[in-house]
């Protein structure tokens, strides 16, 4: 399987504590089942911009033996160049630390049921991954995740894009370690 620029790979790691918590605080609060807790933007077939504690590249196939599950989406009908939009908009970001900020306040819209908290930062200094990877699509082409405003993103609405009927996001490949 070929990767493309801007292609998605949302995923939840194998032994991270930090992933442990997002996970049990989104499904604590959420209704429907958060299996994915970290997203990043493919650049090319061997590499991906992430936000970890920075933005930064990382080579993809390093980074998927991380992992204890991930999917990776596609957006049907994206144009080379849209594609390649998306990825510089991304490279425009590589260095900026991680918003501890941000991840703060996505924990108070998780306790109140709301988006209000997160989309007050519109800073796109201020990224976590999901954020990071909503940012670059809204921005250089007007989609939304699941109908919210990039700055309010987590890895589970590109999820729930991907499982809505008749979406251009389709899976390319979804893997789950035993």
């Known amino acids: 399987m070929k990767l493309k620029p801007a292609d998605i790979i949302i995923t939840t790691d194998k032994s991270s504590l930090f992933s442990t918590a997002i996970l049990t605080v989104l499904n604590f609060f959420q ?21 970890r504690w920075k933005v930064k590249y990382s080579v993809i196939e390093d980074r998927l033996k991380d992992f204890k599950r991930y999917k990776i989406l596609r957006y049907e009908g ?80 590109i999820d729930d894009e991907s499982l809505i009927p008749n979406t251009k996001f389709k899976t390319i490949l979804e893997w789950e370690k035993d």
């Open 31 to 51: 209704k429907d089942r958060v299996r994915y807790q970290h997203a990043i933007l493919v650049v090319d077939d061997k590499e991906c911009i992430e936000a």
């Open 78 to 157: 994206l144009t080379e160049d849209q594609g390649k939009r998306i990825v510089d908009k991304a490279k425009s970001l590589l260095g900026i630390r991680y918003s501890v900020l941000r991840i703060t306040l996505q924990l108070f819209d998780q306790v109140f049921s709301t988006n209000y908290f997160t989309r007050r930062i519109k800073d796109p200094h201020q990224q976590i991954c999901s954020s990071l990877v909503a940012w670059c699509y809204d921005v250089e082409t007007g989609i939304r995740f699941n109908h919210t405003n990039w700055s309010a993103v987590e890895p589970d609405d």
